[in-house]
């Protein structure tokens, strides 16, 4: 083989493990980000049906997704995700997002399930930096803090006892930690009074927007 045959062949051989590497990892990509997008629908379902329980509903949550507009009730500073939840095509609750601003290492991030009738069905914190040891007890695993908002509403209890028991209110603060409660306790408030302002817009069936 002369040697012009020779770089020939080996510039060949080249291109051919290229494009067939490049359509490997191609092909690898696309089935990874599939999977990816799965767990991470299949992930977000779990937390959704820990603060609206399952057995509640009958829709498929991840579909029946609305997006709401920022505002300041939520914390929030632009568009988000809220999740309906319906029974036989009846609205029975919806899981809105909320931040609470002023936790004591910045904002706090919040899901929070409401029922229909405006009780609480769950609260869970979703991004926070509050400190180890002192404002992460407002996580599900780090305490049971958390559940004490089931079942709360605007009326139960009344306004002035939506606080830290601390401030005159219902709430437990932790020892030598009141800011992180005190903030979680605000934002969930306040995402009840927006859901009783928004309820009849979030609840129509016709905004409901295809995954
Ligand atoms: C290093 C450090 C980290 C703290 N982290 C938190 C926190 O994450 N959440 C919180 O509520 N308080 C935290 N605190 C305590 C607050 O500064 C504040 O003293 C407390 O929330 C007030 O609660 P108390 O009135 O029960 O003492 C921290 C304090 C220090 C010194």
């Keep these: 083989m002369n040697l012009h045959k020779q770089v020939t062949t080996t510039a060949l051989l080249l291109m051919l493990f290229a494009t067939v590497g490049a359509a490997i990892v191609g092909l690898t990509y ?17 937390r ?7 057995e509640r509903y009958d829709n498929d ?45 910045g904002s706090i991030y919040l899901l929070v399930g409401i029922y229909a ?16 040891g002192l404002g992460d007890a407002i996580e599900s695993n780090r305490s049971d803090w958390i559940y004490s908002f089931n079942g709360k509403s605007l009326t139960n209890p009344g306004k002035k006892k939506w606080k830290v028991k601390r401030d005159g209110g219902v709430f437990d603060q932790f020892t030598g930690a009141t800011i992180s409660p005190r903030a979680v306790v ?13 309820r009849d817009d979030l609840f129509k069936t016709d905004r409901q927007e295809p995954a």
């Excluded at 696309?30 to 299949?42: F, G, P, V, Y």
């Excluded at 505002?71 to 609470?100: E, F, R, S």
């Excluded at 009738?117 to 180890?132: C, K, L, N, S």
């Excluded at 605000?186 to 928004?198: D, I, N």
């Design 30 to 46: 696309d089935s990874t980000a599939e999977q990816i997008e799965i767990n991470h629908k299949r992930i977000l379902l779990q």
């Design 48 to 54: 959704l049906n820990t603060i609206m329980p399952p």
């Design 61 to 105: 949550l991840l579909r029946d997704k609305i997006t709401i507009a920022a505002d300041p009730l939520l914390g929030l500073k632009q568009d988000d995700t809220a999740y309906i939840a319906t029974l036989k095509g009846k609205p029975v609750g919806v899981v809105l997002p909320a931040v609470a601003p002023n936790g004591y290492n």
């Design 117 to 132: 009738d405006g009780r609480i069905a769950g609260v869970r914190i979703t991004e926070h930096r509050e400190t180890p």
């Design 186 to 198: 605000k934002a969930v408030r306040s995402a009840l009074v927006y859901f009783e302002q928004h």
